[in-house]
């Protein structure tokens, strides 16, 4: 069978799959559906949530919208792949030759990222050292008492019956760490350890991370310094050791910055379908994810732009794909979610993120912000504080010196969306919404 007469097959397929859900979605068809879910709600005891048989109406109703969309998505992928196959360029990029090679240079990009090159054995040493430390000071807090947050992620969706981990009905689920602690105390019981292991992990994996960004993307003589202090920082040590989504999910921004970064250097499929599905994982964990994502966005654009390589090829080839495959991994992610919780309202506009009025953010928005740098740096020596301050005053100076612009843009590039966010949104963030900041200042402070 020719690759042609394969791809139109995929492409019938998709139309009988949007058929079907269309069909699904009428009141007749929906019927069995909806009788299926509301047995399985019985049998997983979600009518112990509140409201229990409000939140059952908006399940229903919920159902026939979400059969809907997808019958929407599928008609669309099928007419896309449809039209695309008439195109030479689409069918170059079909042939098993070109994705494998795209899939290799992808992974060979990868590989050189963490490749330590030119390092002096003392460095060598005070990387393993630091990392030791940081490791150190988060498995000593490990048995610390659990706090509410905490309790709540844990007694009301991961210690109950599966569909519990999709259910969003307060911004407590952050709902890939919730999975991940299901499984884990799956496999090592119902302890402290085996609650907070998710986010111990993330808080391990995130220190060689950010030493390789610092290394390798903006392109610091080390990355010791940022290692050093975030190895020590109270505020990192305790959301690695809470079981919270907080430390994953600035892992997963550590990640999709390393993928932009082999996607600015060349473009590949690979790339794009990774950074992608990554960013869907953020999302997945805490939607706050919009901030971080549109933040790495805008900074791509502005590498290509200070480059002089932003042009209708880069928007259409990587920036509108980025955004748009993300945008479909989320919604597939998010289907469960949806269909559980029964709607979006909880996800998108939940009493947590209610608008200020303009008055109130203008008179509080500066106390905000610096009560937050506050909490950031509360716990450490004020000695080494000021240390931190004068290389974070050095790391500015001696980017503008040199022209290296890479960390500075990524930091206003996040900034922005905060600014963004903050003005339609007429919202001031928590201060652990904004803990992904912290790396990247580390790095600034880093190249000084």
């Not at 019927?31 to 229903?60: D, G, M, V």
């Not at 928007?315 to 479909?328: A, M």
Request: net charge positive; aromatic share 18%.
């Amino acid at each position: 069978m020719n690759r042609k007469k394969s791809f139109f097959i995929v492409s019938m397929i998709f139309l009988v799959l949007s058929i079907l859900f269309f069909i699904s979605s009428y009141t007749y068809f929906s019927e069995y559906l909806i009788t299926f879910i509301e047995n399985k709600i019985k049998r997983e005891q979600l009518y112990s949530h509140p409201n229990s048989l409000k939140h059952q109406q908006k399940i229903f109703q919920t159902l026939p919208i979400i059969s809907f969309s997808y019958g929407i998505l599928f008609l669309l992928l099928s007419l896309s792949s449809f039209f695309l196959l008439k195109t030479q360029t689409f069918h170059n990029y079909l042939r098993l030759s070109y994705l494998k090679k795209d899939l290799i240079h992808f992974s060979c990009q990868i590989i050189s990222f963490f490749k330590l090159r030119s390092l002096k054995n003392n460095e060598v040493y005070l990387i393993i050292l630091f990392i030791l430390i940081g490791f150190y000071n988060r498995v000593i807090y490990l048995n610390q008492y659990i706090g509410y947050d905490e309790s709540v992620s844990y007694l009301n969706y991961v210690n109950q019956s599966f569909p519990f981990l999709f259910l969003y009905n307060v911004p407590n689920n952050h709902i890939l760490n919730s999975i991940f602690m299901k499984v884990s105390t799956s496999i090592f019981g119902q302890s402290l350890i085996a609650i907070r292991l998710p986010a111990l992990l993330s808080g391990i994996f995130m220190m060689p991370l950010i030493y390789f960004i610092s290394k390798n993307i903006f392109k610091n003589n080390t990355g010791i310094i940022s290692l050093f202090y975030l190895s020590i920082s109270p505020v990192m040590i305790y959301y690695s050791t809470t079981a919270r989504g907080y430390s994953l999910l600035i892992v997963i921004i550590l990640i999709i910055i390393i993928i932009g970064y082999c996607l600015y250097e060349k473009i590949t499929i690979s790339g794009i379908l990774f950074f992608s599905l990554f960013s869907a994982l953020g999302f997945f964990t805490i939607p706050i994810m919009l901030i971080p994502f549109s933040g790495v966005l805008f900074w791509l654009i502005l590498r290509f732009k200070q480059k002089d390589y932003l042009n209708r090829d880069i928007i259409l080839k990587l920036i509108l794909p980025l955004s748009i495959i993300s945008i479909i991994f989320c919604a597939l992610l998010y289907t469960p979610v949806i269909i559980i919780s029964g709607g979006i309202e909880n996800i998108i506009n939940n009493k947590y993120v209610q608008p200020y009025s303009v008055e109130y953010l203008v008179t509080n928005i500066f106390n905000h912000f610096i009560n937050i740098i506050k909490y950031y740096f509360e716990g450490i020596p004020s000695a080494v504080n000021l240390i931190f301050i004068l290389f974070l005053f050095f790391g500015f100076y001696e980017a503008f010196k040199n022209s290296n612009y890479n960390a500075i843009s990524l930091v206003l590039s996040f900034l922005l969306s905060i600014i963004i966010i903050i003005i339609f949104k007429r919202i001031l963030p928590w201060d652990r919404v904004l803990l992904f900041l912290i790396p990247f200042i580390l790095i600034i402070s880093d190249s000084g």
